[in-house]
């Protein structure tokens, strides 16, 4: 499975948007690209996923280049409830896939 | 669409006990994944069952783990002579039987060895 990098940790203020970068250089040609948000004491959750170009969805958008070497989770006018761990992975979706997960980015949103 | 489901959410337990948790998934999922979790770190893969079939075991599991899935509907964990090591939350998920669908994961169970 392709390994991610993200970073440690972000900081943000309620209203603004936030883009966390994961950079995925050796990504296969069957991998998809999925983003979990996870909240202390809760199992992540499935925020979006996508193969190419870009992807929205009520939550947030994911833009991913045509090398597909990293993508972008984008957040728009975030609030605090965001604040968050948010992972990046990358993995074969065509077959089961045990999901690879790093320690992700954490997300704080202040007022 | 009730979600997956876990029991408990906490266990504490003296070291060298035997433990067992439950994960229920979402119905007609036929996929389903134990992960465990130490703090400050991501989610690892422990083990997979594709219906009541298990599927692939990760190095994590050691012959103290043993997972099991019958009839391919709920599933449960159950470690054996618990040590120290094993405190941890441990995440169940599941999933539909088929390509680019996403895994949905429950609260997982909070294991404390004493």
């Known amino acids: 499975l392709a390994k991610t990098t993200q970073p440690i940790s972000m900081d943000s203020y309620e209203g603004q948007e936030v883009n966390i970068t994961c950079s995925h250089n050796n990504i296969a040609t069957n991998d998809y690209i999925t983003w979990y948000q996870q909240f202390p004491s809760q199992g992540p959750r499935f925020i979006i996923q996508?193969?190419?170009t870009k992807v929205t969805n009520e939550v947030a958008s994911l833009f991913i280049p045509a090398d597909r070497k990293s993508s972008t989770l984008s957040l728009p006018r975030v609030s605090l409830s965001d604040t968050a761990v948010y992972y990046c992975?990358?993995?074969?979706?065509?077959?089961?896939?045990?999901?690879?997960f790093g320690k992700g980015t954490m997300l704080l949103v202040s007022p | 669409d009730t979600g997956v489901s876990q029991d408990p959410r906490h266990k504490i337990t003296k070291r060298g006990q035997n433990v067992t948790f439950r994960c229920d998934p979402i119905s007609e999922h036929n996929r389903l994944y134990w992960y465990r979790q130490t703090l400050g770190q991501g989610p690892e893969f422990l083990t997979y069952?594709?219906?009541?079939?298990?599927?692939?075991k990760s190095r994590l599991l050691s012959d103290r783990f043993s997972a099991e899935r019958p009839k391919g509907s709920f599933s449960t964990l159950e470690i054996q002579r618990t040590e120290q090591g094993d405190s941890a939350m441990y995440l169940c998920?599941?999933?539909?039987?088929?390509?680019?669908?996403?895994?949905?994961f429950g609260d997982g169970t909070r294991l404390s060895i004493l």
């Open positions: 992975l990358v993995g074969d979706m065509y077959a089961y896939s045990t999901l690879t």
């Open positions: 069952f594709q219906n009541e079939a298990q599927l692939e």
């Open positions: 996508g193969y190419k």
């Open positions: 998920a599941s999933s539909v039987d088929s390509s680019n669908q996403p895994q949905h």
